[in-house]
C-alpha cells in the first residue's frame, strides 16, 4: 500500500480539474431542482414540487413513462445488435491476416461523423420517396419492405437503434480488440492443445477471460442509451417522430429545458435530470460491482 | 474434410467483414460526392455522382468561414483537453484500480457519476462558473471545462484495464526495490497503452463536434472553434447544400487524419501487449 | 493517517468550492458590455462606444450589417457589432449573456411567452415613456414585446408574420384553376392537381415539422372555430378547446390529408419547400417568413397568395388572415451603455429602419407606415389590415407549461399517423393548458 502523500500525486490532479469544472456546476444543477424558478431568477423553495410535477402535469407524467421505456429499448437493442456486433468483429479480426487495419478503421469511421450529420444521412438514405434503400428493395422485387421507415410508428424506433448501432460499432470492437490483445497467449494454446472446439474454447476461455471488457462496455452503453440525444433528434426531431415513438429522456428533458421556454424551466427540467441521473447512477454502480465481483471470481 | 468445411467459412468471414466495410464507408462516401456537385443537382437528386465534379464549395467554404482560424482553435481546445484529461486520468485510475484503500470506492463511484448526467443540464451553473472566474470568452476556460469531462470516461476504462494486468507484475517491481512513481511509469503505463489510445480517440471525436459550450461561452470570431463556425456559417448559407456538404468534410477531415495516425497507436500498442 | 486523507479530500472540495461560488455582486459590477467595449472603444480612439447586439437570424447578416451603417453614419459615436447565434439555442445564451460578462446591450428579443422568462427575471429595460415612437404602433403587435403581468413595454417590434397559401400561378394556369372562392372550389382544384399528379399541399410532418402543423391548421381552420371571437371568449373562459367548432378545425386537416404529400408523417420541410419550389407541389400554406427562401431557391417562381375560404358550417364567414407579433429589440438591463442602447431601439422604432428591415429582409416591418415594395407582401400586408386574427395558441398559450402549442402539435402529428382523433387533440390541449391558464383578463 503506498503513502498518503503518494496517493496524493496520483489522486489530486484529477479530482480538482473534475470537482471544480464538473462536480460543482452539476451539483448547483440539482440545487436548482428544489427551488421555483422564474425565468432565470431564483423564486422561491420549491420542495418537492419539481418532481411532483412530472409525475402529475399532463402531458409530462405520460412521456416521462413512455420515453423511459424507449430508452430501455434502445438499451436491449444496442447490446444485442451492436455490442454483439462489435464482439464478432474483434473476434474474426483478430487473427485476420492483410486488411486487418483497413478494416478495423472502416467499422469505426462512422464514429468520426458528427450524430447530428449521421442522423441527416441516414434520413436521406431512407427518405421514403427518392432514398436509394427503398430503391434497392424495390429492385430486388421487396415492395412490401419498402417503408417510410422513419415515418411509420412500428418502425422508427429500431431504424434509430441500428443507424445509432452502425456509427457506434466501432467502439466495442476496439475495446474488445484491446481486450483480446491483453490475454495471454499460453491461454488460447492451452485450449487448443486440450482439442477444445473453436466454439468451447471460446466459450470457456476467451468470454470469461473477457468479462472486464464486457462490463465496461456494457455500463458505457447503458449510460450512453439513457443519456441519448443527438442522433435522436437529428432523425426524430425534437417530439421523438412520429407521434413520440422515438421519444427519449434525453429529448423530454431537451424540451422541458429549452424548447418549450416556460418560465419553471429550469426547475422541472433539473428535476427530470436529478430522476435520470439517480436511475442511471444507480443501475450502473449495482452493475459495475456484479462485473466486479465476477471478475474477482475468475481469478 | 476439415479444409472443404473451412474454406466456406472462410469466404463467409471474409464476404461479411468486407460487405460490412462498405455499408459503414458508403454514406461518407455520399458526402464527399456531394460537396463536389453544385447545389442545383443536389437539389433535384439529393444523391448521385458529380456530372463534373468541382471544388468550387470548398474554396469558398474555406475563405467565407474563415475556417483556419476556426481550425487552429478546434486544434489547441481538442488536444489541449485530451491531452489534460487523460494524463490526469491515467494518474488517478492507477491507485484507484490497483489499490483498496480506505475510501477507493467511494472515491471510484464519484469519478463514475460525473459519467451519468447530460452535459446541457450544467449550462446555467457553468456559465457562472466560467463568469465569476473571468473566463468567458476564453479558450482556455473551454479546454478547462472539456478536460474535465473527459475525466469520468477516461478513469473508468482505464481503471477496468489497470484491473486486468496480473498483480505478480508489480510485486516483482516491488520486491526488486521500485517505487511506485517507477512501477506506474515504466510498468502500467505501456501496458495499458492500447487503452490510452482508444481512450484519448473516444474522447477527442465529441469533444470536437461539441457546439453547445463554444456557443454560450465564446463571443468573438477569432476565438470560434469548428463547429462554433459551421453553426453560423450553416445558418447563413441555408440553401447552399453543396457549401454544407464541403464544411462537413471539411470539418471532419482533420478527424481521419489523426485516426488514421491514431490507429496505427493502437495497432501497435495491440501487437506489443501480445507479444508479451 | 486515514484522518489526514479525508481531511485532504475535504480541504479540495472547499477550495474547489470557494473558487467558484457564483459571485452575484461580482457579475452585478461587471458591465454587460464592458471587456468588448471597452476594447474595441479604445481601438477606434476617442469616445466611441461599441454596442453588441444579438440575434438569432444568422442567414441576416449581411442585411444588418447594411441596416446598421446607415445608423452609424447618423449616430457617429456609435458602434454597432452584430452577434447572431444558432437560433435553437438562441433562448439559453440570450437568457445566461443577459446576466454575465461581455452580453448584449440590445438583443432581439422572442416575443409573448418566449419574452416572459427574460421579463420575469427582470434582465430587460421596460421601454414605456423611453420610446415614444410605440405609442404609433399597432396594439396588437405591441402585445408581443409586453410583460403578461407588469403590461410594460420591453422591445421595439421589428415584424410581423402572416399565415396564408402561397400558390404557383403557373400551374394554377395549366390546369385551368382561378384562385378558390369557396371551400368547395379548393377541395376541386385539390383533386384536380391530385389526378394530374400534382402534389395539391405542400404540407410536412416528418420530425422537423411539427411545428408547422399549428400554422396549417390556423391557415385552414382559423374561420371555422371562429377566430377573434372565439379567442376572446377562450381568454374569458366562456369557452374552452374542446368546443365542437374547434374539434371541427382540427378535422379539417385530417379531411385535407389526401392532399398532402404520401406518408406526410415522414416528410420534411426541405422535402415540401423543393416540392413547391421546383413546380411539384401547388400550394404552400405557410407564413410570410417563407415567401423569401422560396424566392431565392427558385427565382423564376410565379407566386400567387390567396386566404383560404371559410369552410361550410364557419361561425366567421369571411376569409382571415391569421398573423403574430415576430419579435422586438430590447434592452439589456445590465448594460454598460444604456443611453447609447436607448439611442439605437429609438432608432429602431423610426420608418427609415423600417423601410430598410422590410427592403433588405423581404419581411414584413411592424413600424407603421412602412409599406413592403414586394407585391405579394403588400398583398398579405393588406389582407391582415383587413381581416387580420391572432395565431392564438402561439400569442395567448404559451405563458406556460406545457404551452398549447405544443400539445396541439404533437397530438395533431398524432392524429395524422392514425393513432387518435380531433376530439382527443382537442382534449388534450384543454388539458394541457387548463393546468395554469386561468381565465378573466
Request: a neutral charge; charged letters at 15%.
Amino acid at each position: 500500500m503506498p503513502r498518503w502523500r503518494v496517493l496524493a500525486v496520483f489522486l489530486l490532479p484529477a479530482l480538482l480539474l473534475y470537482s471544480v469544472f464538473i462536480v460543482y456546476p452539476l451539483v448547483t444543477a440539482l440545487d436548482y431542482s428544489f427551488f421555483e424558478w422564474r425565468g432565470i431568477r431564483q423564486a422561491g423553495f420549491a420542495g418537492l414540487g419539481n418532481y411532483r410535477d412530472l409525475f402529475s402535469v399532463y402531458p409530462y407524467d405520460q412521456q416521462l413513462w413512455q420515453a423511459f421505456a424507449h430508452n430501455a429499448l434502445f438499451f436491449a437493442g444496442t447490446m444485442l445488435i451492436q455490442n454483439t456486433a462489435g464482439l464478432l468483429f474483434a473476434l474474426l479480426l483478430f487473427r485476420y491476416g492483410r486488411g486487418k487495419r483497413f478494416l478495423q478503421a472502416a467499422f469505426t469511421t462512422p464514429y468520426l461523423v458528427d450524430p447530428l450529420v449521421v442522423g441527416y444521412l441516414w434520413s436521406l438514405l431512407l427518405n421514403p420517396t427518392f432514398g436509394p434503400v427503398n430503391a434497392l428493395l424495390e429492385a430486388a422485387g421487396l415492395d412490401s419492405w419498402a417503408l417510410p421507415w422513419l415515418g411509420d410508428t412500428r418502425t422508427a424506433l429500431p431504424v434509430v437503434i441500428g443507424v445509432n448501432a452502425w456509427q457506434w460499432v466501432g467502439f466495442p470492437m476496439l475495446l474488445f480488440s484491446a481486450a483480446l490483445a491483453g490475454i495471454p497467449a499460453e491461454y488460447h494454446e492451452a485450449a487448443r492443445v486440450d482439442g477444445a472446439s473453436a466454439w468451447q474454447a471460446f466459450r470457456r476461455v476467451t468470454l470469461p477471460l473477457l468479462t472486464p471488457a464486457i462490463g465496461v462496455v456494457s455500463v458505457l452503453t447503458f449510460i450512453g442509451n439513457f443519456n441519448a440525444f443527438g442522433l435522436v433528434y437529428a432523425m426524430a426531431g425534437s417530439t421523438g417522430s412520429p407521434a413520440h415513438s422515438t421519444d427519449v429522456l434525453g429529448l423530454l428533458f431537451y424540451r422541458v429545458a429549452f424548447q418549450e421556454g416556460g418560465v419553471e424551466a429550469i426547475g422541472r427540467s433539473s428535476a427530470l435530470a436529478v430522476l435520470m441521473f439517480v436511475f442511471i447512477f444507480g443501475v450502473s454502480l449495482l452493475a459495475t460491482s456484479y462485473f466486479r465481483r465476477r471478475e474477482r471470481m475468475l481469478v | 474434410m476439415t479444409a472443404g468445411r473451412r474454406a466456406p467459412g472462410r469466404v463467409a468471414v471474409h464476404l461479411l467483414l468486407w460487405g460490412y466495410a462498405v455499408v459503414a464507408l458508403l454514406p461518407l462516401v455520399v458526402m464527399v460526392l456531394n460537396s463536389l456537385r453544385p447545389t442545383s443537382e443536389i437539389l433535384t437528386a439529393p444523391l448521385g455522382l458529380p456530372a463534373s465534379p468541382t471544388l468550387r464549395s470548398y474554396a469558398w467554404a474555406w475563405t467565407e468561414a474563415s475556417f483556419g482560424t476556426y481550425f487552429l482553435n478546434s486544434l489547441i481546445v481538442t488536444c489541449g483537453a485530451v491531452l489534460l484529461g487523460t494524463a490526469v486520468s491515467a494518474l488517478a485510475a492507477y491507485p484507484l484500480a490497483r489499490y483498496d484503500f480506505f475510501g477507493s470506492r467511494v472515491l471510484g463511484a464519484y469519478f463514475l457519476a460525473g459519467l451519468m448526467l447530460p452535459i446541457r443540464l450544467g449550462l446555467v451553473p457553468i456559465f457562472y462558473l466560467m463568469d465569476s472566474m473571468g473566463l468567458i470568452d476564453s479558450l482556455l476556460g473551454l479546454t478547462l471545462l472539456y478536460a474535465a469531462s473527459g475525466v469520468p470516461f477516461c478513469v473508468f476504462v482505464l481503471s477496468a484495464f489497470y484491473r486486468s494486468l496480473p498483480g505478480e507484475l508489480d510485486e516483482a517491481a516491488r520486491l526488486d526495490g521500485a517505487g511506485e512513481f517507477r512501477i506506474f511509469g515504466q510498468i502500467m503505463l505501456p501496458l495499458v497503452r492500447p487503452a490510452m489510445a482508444s481512450v484519448t480517440l473516444f474522447q477527442f471525436v465529441p469533444l470536437w463536434h461539441e457546439f453547445l459550450y463554444p456557443l454560450v461561452l465564446l463571443r468573438s470570431d477569432e476565438k470560434f472553434t469548428i463547429p462554433r463556425g459551421l453553426s453560423q456559417f450553416f445558418g447563413e448559407y441555408t440553401t447552399d447544400w453543396s457549401a454544407l456538404f464541403a464544411g462537413l468534410v471539411l470539418a471532419t477531415a482533420p478527424l481521419f487524419v489523426l485516426f488514421v495516425l491514431a490507429t496505427k497507436q493502437i495497432i501497435a500498442g495491440l501487437t506489443a501487449g501480445m507479444s508479451k | 493517517m486515514k484522518r489526514r486523507w479525508i481531511a485532504g479530500a475535504i480541504g479540495v472540495l472547499a477550495v474547489a468550492l470557494a473558487a467558484c461560488a457564483p459571485g452575484q455582486g461580482n457579475t452585478a459590477q461587471v458591465g454587460a458590455s464592458d471587456q468588448g467595449g471597452e476594447a474595441q472603444g479604445g481601438k477606434a480612439g476617442g469616445d466611441k462606444v461599441t454596442l453588441s447586439l444579438w440575434s438569432w437570424r444568422v442567414e441576416d447578416v449581411k442585411a444588418y450589417e447594411k441596416i446598421l451603417a446607415t445608423f452609424e453614419k447618423s449616430h457617429p459615436k456609435i458602434h454597432v457589432e452584430f452577434k447572431p447565434f444558432q437560433a435553437t439555442e438562441y433562448p439559453n445564451i440570450l437568457a445566461t449573456g443577459l446576466s454575465g460578462a461581455a452580453g448584449p446591450d440590445v438583443a432581439q428579443l422572442k416575443s409573448y411567452g418566449g419574452l416572459q422568462p427574460l421579463v420575469e427575471a427582470g434582465q430587460l429595460v421596460p421601454l414605456d415613456g423611453k420610446v415614444e415612437a410605440l405609442s404609433g404602433f399597432d396594439a396588437k403587435l405591441l402585445e408581443g414585446a409586453k410583460g403578461h403581468k407588469d403590461g410594460k413595454i420591453y422591445g421595439v417590434p421589428f415584424a410581423y408574420q402572416t399565415l396564408q397559401v402561397l400558390y404557383n400561378k403557373k400551374l394554377f394556369g395549366d390546369n385551368g384553376i382561378q384562385p378558390p372562392a369557396t371551400w368547395d372550389d379548393m377541395i376541386a382544384a385539390a383533386g384536380k392537381l391530385k389526378e394530374a399528379g400534382i402534389t395539391p399541399f405542400a404540407v410536412a410532418a416528418g420530425p422537423d415539422a411539427t411545428w408547422t402543423l399549428p400554422i396549417v391548421h390556423e391557415i385552414f381552420g382559423n374561420a371555422r372555430y371562429g377566430s377573434t371571437r372565439f379567442r376572446d371568449a377562450l381568454l374569458r373562459g366562456e369557452k374552452k378547446f374542446t368546443d365542437p367548432d374547434f374539434t371541427t378545425s382540427i378535422k379539417l386537416i385530417k379531411d385535407l390529408e389526401p392532399y398532402f404529400p404520401k406518408d406526410v408523417v415522414a416528410v420534411k420541410i426541405p422535402d415540401v419547400q423543393a416540392l413547391f419550389a421546383s413546380g411539384k407541389a401547388a400550394m404552400y400554406p405557410t407564413g410570410s417568413f417563407d415567401l423569401a427562401p422560396m424566392l431565392a431557391a427558385n427565382p423564376s417562381l410565379d407566386l400567387g397568395v390567396f386566404q383560404v375560404p371559410p369552410p361550410p358550417g364557419s361561425p366567421v364567414t369571411t376569409p382571415v388572415t391569421p398573423g403574430w407579433a415576430d419579435g422586438s429589440f430590447g434592452v439589456n438591463a445590465k448594460s454598460a451603455h444604456q443611453a447609447e442602447a436607448l439611442e439605437l431601439v429609438r432608432w429602431m422604432a423610426t420608418p427609415e429602419f423600417g423601410q430598410l428591415y422590410a427592403g433588405e429582409l423581404k419581411q414584413l416591418s411592424a413600424v407603421p407606415g412602412v409599406t413592403p415594395s414586394d407585391p405579394l407582401l403588400a398583398e398579405m400586408a393588406k389582407n391582415y389590415a383587413a381581416n387580420g386574427a391572432p395565431y392564438t395558441l402561439l400569442v395567448d398559450f404559451r405563458y406556460g407549461q406545457p404551452n398549447g402549442d405544443a400539445v396541439f402539435r404533437d397530438e395533431v402529428q398524432k392524429m395524422l399517423a392514425g393513432q387518435t382523433d380531433p376530439k382527443a387533440v382537442a382534449e388534450s390541449v384543454q388539458k394541457g393548458v387548463g393546468q395554469w391558464f386561468k381565465p378573466g383578463n
